[in-house]
């Protein structure tokens, strides 16, 4: 079974702070692991994946995770925040057989103050 | 970049009624997915669809569930009756082959039942 543990459902940050968003993942095998994001009133938009490789990732819109085993973290992070990074960010983890689902976690609302 | 297209966006139902709601995947895609999210919670996974059959689903996809893939494009998911916890944002999401592939979602269809 896996699960994902997102630490803090909201995180306010200012513009140009850093944003540290937290994941914890418990997996029984080598994880898949994800960030998504949703914007309001959008589906969910894939910021990074991780898939074995690299474990420093790097996505879209400046965000990158870095995959630790030991803590089983794959922490999000921006080094400076913009006001239209303000969204509901999910970590999910898949154990990477094909065909297989997602689990999310509860989902972390970022605010950007100006 | 290529998109999953939900319909309608939003749905009203009375509480017994069924309900039907569409997906058109990416067109070169196979494997075939449908999430929910109650409002507040996390997003859930439903049931995962490959060569034209369920190879997953979760203890929420129960008898009133139902998905088809009719025509070859579109892809369904059906509550033959639904009740009020029914009610949540539905997620259709699809991706190409192979594990870790990104997942594409839909921008997802809010169904309300009444």
């Known amino acids: 079974a896996q699960s994902v543990t997102q630490l803090g459902s909201h995180v306010s940050v200012s513009e140009g702070a850093l944003v540290l968003l937290r994941c914890n993942y418990s997996?029984?095998?080598?994880?898949?692991l994800f960030w998504y994001v949703q914007y309001p009133n959008q589906g969910l938009q894939l910021l990074l994946k991780?898939?074995?490789?690299?474990?420093l990732v790097k996505g879209i819109n400046g965000f990158e995770a870095e995959f630790k085993k030991s803590e089983t973290s794959f922490h999000l992070t921006k080094p400076s925040a913009h006001m239209s990074d303000a969204a509901e960010y999910f970590c999910?983890?898949?154990?990477?057989?094909?065909?297989?689902?997602?689990?999310f976690g509860g989902g972390t609302r970022l605010m950007v103050k100006p | 970049e290529p998109e999953v297209t939900q319909t309608p966006s939003h749905q009203v139902t009375q509480m017994g009624q069924e309900v039907i709601l569409r997906c058109v995947p990416i067109?070169?895609?196979?494997?075939f997915y449908w999430y929910r999210q109650i409002l507040g919670q996390k997003v859930e996974f439903l049931v995962s669809?490959?060569?034209?059959?369920?190879?997953?689903k979760s203890e929420i996809f129960d008898d009133q569930f139902s998905v088809e893939r009719p025509d070859g494009s579109n892809f369904t998911l059906k509550i033959r009756s639904t009740k009020l916890e029914d009610s949540a944002m539905y997620f259709c999401?699809?991706?190409?082959?192979?594990?870790?592939?990104?997942?594409?979602f839909g921008s997802g269809t809010q169904l309300s039942v009444l």
């Open positions: 999401a699809s991706r190409k082959d192979r594990a870790g592939e990104k997942l594409f």
């Open positions: 067109s070169n895609h196979l494997y």
């Open positions: 997996s029984s095998v080598p994880p898949y």
């Open positions: 991780y898939t074995s490789a690299a474990t």
């Open positions: 999910a983890v898949s154990d990477g057989n094909a065909g297989n689902m997602l689990t």
């Open positions: 669809f490959y060569n034209n059959e369920i190879s997953e």
